[in-house]
């Protein structure tokens, strides 16, 4: 029987850099506003990577022990403000400004609340009687404690160092601890992995300008650079409608050959002006969900391979990660990777069998919506 009582969700996440190798784990706990969660009918399709278009609510990380990590504050999708642990100022020292560079703090603001909890004892007793000589007995007791936490809220504005209008679908806050006992090696942590990155960046960037030279193209005529967060796609054109970000997940899923390609296409988006200005996207609800035909069956499989995480099932993450769309961008943005696509395929460059896989289902996936948003 499907329960009726409105609930917030909580998941479990566990995350590996391919690149480094390490992993991390926690918990992630979705907790709606009234108004939302009385109107939501799909509470639980909120993920690590996704939120929905009309999220209100908040977001807490918590590390696997049970201590609170960070969280942040949504408003119709969009954060509005980030929730850190109070940081004894006395013994551990001034509160720092722990947000990201996609974001300024305006006003921050301490929240505090009473925690109950029973603690319980177990006393042993022991009793002479003249008649039945010794007595040992036990007494069980438990009674209310209660303490005092603080949370720390901040409200900020997008300073728009992150050129795309993307918080609720794509680049996430990963939740990183900002405790003064373990700030510094976090920090080093974090540069030695950029570090690893932009040498690896700069390795195939040396390959793609040779690749693309044989094409008549002059790469360092295109501002291109290494995206270091979080980025769930090969690449892509920002706002400036110049600017070429390349993705972590393009220098170690594809070779340099693919490398090329995928510049190559965002290299298409910027000569042909694509992309000059915001590329809003709209909720779709219900979901548009897309049925695979025999034609690029083979292409999906093959994609789906690549992808595929490891975490639930193939069928879940095929359906809930790849062929379920829950906001889309305008027929025009789909339009320009048509024949973005279109014209890589024939761009000369010779392919890996998984990068032909991801362009073939990217472009039926993208034929697909265009044909939903404009038919009649």
Known sequence: MKSKFIRNTAKIVVEKDKLTGRIRSFVMIFIGSYDYLKKTKSMGKNTYLYR????????????INGTFINGWKYEKGKIVASIAPKIDEENGGPKENNATSRAIVEDCTDYCYTVYDEECYEETWYDYDDECGWEVGVTYGCYTISWEECTTHCTYYDDGSDDEDDNWDEDFPAGGSNTSNNTGKNNNDNDEKIDDRETLFEESMKEVKVIL???GI??????????????????RVMNDGTTIELCTRALTKYTHNDQASIIWHEIYHVDHGHYEGINPTTPCDPPLVLEIDDEIQPYFELYLNNEYDGYGTKEDYALGMLLTENALHTAEWYENEIETYNAELDNNIPRSENYEADMHFCLWKYQQIYEYLTKE
């Open 52 to 63: 929905q278009p009309d999220f209100d609510g908040s977001v807490l990380f918590y590390e």
């Open 213 to 215: 030279k044989n094409l």
């Open 218 to 235: 002059d790469v360092d005529q295109y501002t291109i650079k290494l995206n270091t967060e979080m980025c769930g796609t090969n690449a």
